[in-house]
Each structure stands twice: as C-alpha cells, then as structure tokens.
C-alpha cells in the first residue's frame, strides 16, 4: 500500500528564517495575510511540518552523523578520502562550528516553527471541528518529537509553545522540556484516531503518539509511567512482522509492525519534499548510493549464532540478495558491507528520484514497543513480564527464550537485545548515553564521559542568540 499521504509540502508562504538563533522567525512576518483562513490552509500547513521528517538535516548527513556513526555499530564507511569531515564525528572530535551539529540543530527548529504555526493559527479557522482538533493533534505529536530529538542531542532548550513576541530566551532545563514533551503527546493521543483511510495513509496515530511517550517515558527513567504506556500500545493490538526481510523492504511498509512510519515517495515535481535521501546516503557504493554509514565489526559480533537478523541487517559484496541483486561495490577502496535495512531492490526502484527516495522510514516499531515494555517492567520488578517481552522479539529472529533471570542479567539482555533489533536504525548512541555505558563502548572512539553525553550548542545559535544562549559543559 504505496503513497497516498504525499500532498504538496511547500509552505513558501513562512519567511525564511535562517538568521535567528534558534531558526524561529520572530513576530509580524510569518505567514502570508491570506492564508490560515481554510480547511485546505490547515491541510497544507500540516503536511508542511511531515515535511520535515523526510529533510536532509532529519534523515541525511546531519541526522546519520549525529545519531549513526557517533555509535558503535556504524563506521563512516565509503572511500576513505570521500567525506573525511564525517571521522571527526566518528572520532569525537566535532566543535562548536561543525556543519552536522549546526545542520541538526537547524533542522529541528524549523520543524518545531512550522508546527507552532499550526497549532497557533489552525483553532481560529472556520472549518470541520472534528478534522481541525486532529490536525492541531497531529502536529503536537510532531513537535512532541522534534523536541525529543533536540532534548537528547542537546539537553535543555528553549521552549516556545506558539508564536510568541520575544524569541530570545534562554534554555529551559531537560526536565523542563521532557515535561512539555508529555503534554504534548499526552494530548495528542487523547485525540488521535488509532487507524485513517487511505487517503490519509501515513498521518500520526493515537498508537503513534502513545508509543513515542512510552519510549520518552524511558529516557525520564519513570519506569512506571514507561510500563503502563508501552500497555496501553501492545493493547492496541499491533504484532510483529514475522518476515523481518519483509518488515524493511517497501511491501512491509506499514505493516502490523508499523507505529510511527514516514510516508515517503518519488516525485521529481514535489522534491526535495518528497521522498529523502537516508537510503540512498547508505546504499551499496557506486551501485546504489553512495556507501556511509556501514556496520562496524562491532556490530557483527553482536550477533548470537543463528541470529537471522545478522544477514537480514547486513549486506555484503558478492551476495545476491532475496530479491535478486547481485551486490557489487565497484569501488576497490571502499568497504565491503552495507546497511541491508535501507536496501530497496533495483526492480522496485525509481530512477526519477535518487535512490531508495521511494523507502518509507520507520522511527517507531512494535519490536522497540516490546523492549520499552520489557526494560520498563524489569526495573519496576517484574522480571516475569520483561521476560515475555524480550523472548517475543528473540523468536521472531529464531533464537530461543533469553537465559537471564536476575534484574541485572536482564537488564543486559534487553539492552543487548535492543542493540541486535534496532542495529542501525540510529538508536545505538542515545541507547548508550541514556543506559550509562557510553564511556565502556564508545571511550576507545574518543568518546569523554561529561561531555559528549550532549552535543555543543552551535556557535551561529550562540551568536545569534546574543549571549542568552549558554553552551554545554565541555565545549568552547
């Protein structure tokens, strides 16, 4: 079931708003006069801020950099003299003025602006109440994840809930935001409908928004709180693909595995909005992309024998995949593995677009549902229920049932387990730094406990900000 959900994402009527510090236009020149005013308006602005879940600076070089090869289960891979920028994120050396720490930054304040339009402007549009309060619904959901990922990368920020007249503010604390974070999502959920038609394929769900809260629960460490949300979810009544081949390739998308999935296409008239490059970033050098972002050895080890997601997770030259093609890599210099999960097969590919811009790109699965239930259930004390969960996603790789069976064994199981399942979904890092063990895995890559923990505050936000901005600890 293939792409519906791609109405036009131009919101050119927002001024450009590149010059502020946290890249939200001040007051008096947001928006055209006439627009806001219709039905249609609303639609449009809305699909404007899904926009931004396909942008390079959420899903390409900035994203990847950030989130994938700071981790220890990415190398930079490609030729070793292409991109030479991305092993000073590989190594822990990135500063202040690094082009993925600004790219990022940037790139989830335009998204939280586009959806502070929304959820500002859309109440006051005469137009169908039911589709207006899922509209405001969907775009809270939105901006509820935008601030996750700035929380985590860059801890507290300033938070702006609407237009508002003075945008130069200082950070409110993580604790601050997370708190915001809930509500939002809380919200949201109150409202959302779990399933759409068609023709709506690919909006925000109820199960979406009470998904991410589930796993935003967990990084607050309320356990509790984590463990009856992640609930609430699996009561909804999603299940694992039992393909895990499947679950990647674009048949699988929005499956029954599915809870928040971008809807991504290909249409050279609608790009760079349409479709995004993370598979092509990531595919098979000079055959289908351009070759960053390969699995570490690391990661190889990982793997238990018998894992059938190793090789389903891991593409290799000379192997001739399910689906029929030959891997090559034309390229002596470069590596020899690739990231299977982004791999789409050239008879399904469309050539107008770059490569794998058909891929939709799945942010929350039912498989990290499980493991948020099971961690959450192991540190409230109910080793019985972890159990359950973690085996769940063990059988579909065809293991057997874990043999951990203190808090603690447990404790590394999932963990372990959240490693094998989610391997290069761009989970690893943050999965680190929120577990405590970024110094053991990530400390022979440069990493420096009390400091990379969080990434620097660009220094354009810094300046812009006029010195209201502060930096994080470590950094100058």
């Not at 050119?12 to 236009?25: E, G, M, Q, T, Y």
């Not at 289960?73 to 292409?82: A, F």
């Not at 909006?203 to 991410?212: P, Y």
């Not at 996603?393 to 203190?406: E, I, K, S």
């Amino acid at each position: 079931m293939k792409k519906i959900f791609l109405t036009l994402s131009i919101f050119s009527l927002i001024a450009s708003c590149s010059d502020d510090f946290v890249d939200i236009k001040q007051e008096g020149v947001v928006v055209a006069d006439d627009f806001f005013k219709t039905a249609d308006d609303a639609n449009r602005a809305t699909n404007a801020v899904y926009a931004f879940l396909r942008s390079w600076n959420n899903t390409g070089f900035p994203a990847q950099n950030i989130l994938g090869v700071t981790g220890d289960d990415v190398d930079k891979g490609s030729n070793p003299t292409d991109a030479t920028f991305i092993n000073d994120m590989d190594q822990f050396k990135y500063n202040i003025s690094t082009d993925a720490v600004d790219g990022y930054w940037t790139g989830q304040w335009q998204a939280v602006q586009r959806a502070n339009q929304v959820i500002t402007n859309v109440p006051n549009i005469d137009m169908d109440a039911t589709l207006k309060n899922r509209l405001v619904a969907e775009t809270k959901m939105l901006r509820a994840y935008f601030y996750f990922n700035l929380v985590r990368v860059y801890g507290g920020v300033p938070i702006f809930d609407g237009l508002q007249s003075n945008y130069l503010q200082p950070r409110n604390t993580a604790a601050e935001v997370y708190a915001f974070i809930v509500k939002d999502l809380t919200e949201a959920a109150a409202v959302l409908p779990q399933t759409y038609p068609a023709a709506d394929l690919g909006r925000v769900t109820k199960g979406g928004a009470l998904g991410l809260l589930s796993k935003v629960y967990l990084y607050m460490k309320d356990y509790q709180k984590a463990y009856d949300t992640s609930n609430q979810v699996i009561a909804l009544g999603y299940s694992l693909d039992p393909d895990f081949n499947h679950l990647f390739r674009p048949a699988g998308e929005f499956g029954t595995e599915s809870v928040f999935e971008v809807n991504c296409g290909c249409d050279p008239l609608m790009n760079p909005d349409a479709g995004s490059q993370y598979a092509e970033v990531q595919g098979v050098r000079n055959q289908f992309g351009w070759g960053f972002f390969t699995p570490s050895q690391s990661l190889e080890d990982a793997f238990e024998p018998g894992d059938i997601r190793k090789e389903l997770s891991i593409l290799r030259e000379g192997e001739t995949t399910i689906e029929g093609d030959l891997i090559k890599k034309n390229d002596p210099q470069a590596g020899n593995t690739w990231n299977q999960k982004v791999y789409v097969p050239t008879s399904l590919n469309n050539n107008a677009c770059g490569y794998g811009s058909i891929q939709n790109l799945r942010i929350l699965r039912f498989a990290d549902i499980l493991l948020i239930n099971a961690e959450a259930a192991n540190e409230i004390g109910n080793s019985g229920a972890a159990i359950v969960g973690v085996n769940k996603v063990r059988h579909r790789a065809n293991l057997g049932d874990t043999p951990a069976t203190t808090q603690s064994a447990i404790r590394l199981a999932i963990w372990q387990e959240r490693r094998v399942e989610l391997a290069m979904e761009m989970d690893r890092f943050l999965d680190l730094v929120r577990t405590g063990q970024a110094e053991q895995f990530l400390g022979s890559k440069g990493f420096q406990k009390g400091k990379n923990e969080l990434f620097p505050i660009p220094l354009r936000a810094i300046t812009d900000s006029k010195g209201v901005l502060t930096q994080n600890p470590g950094y100058n």
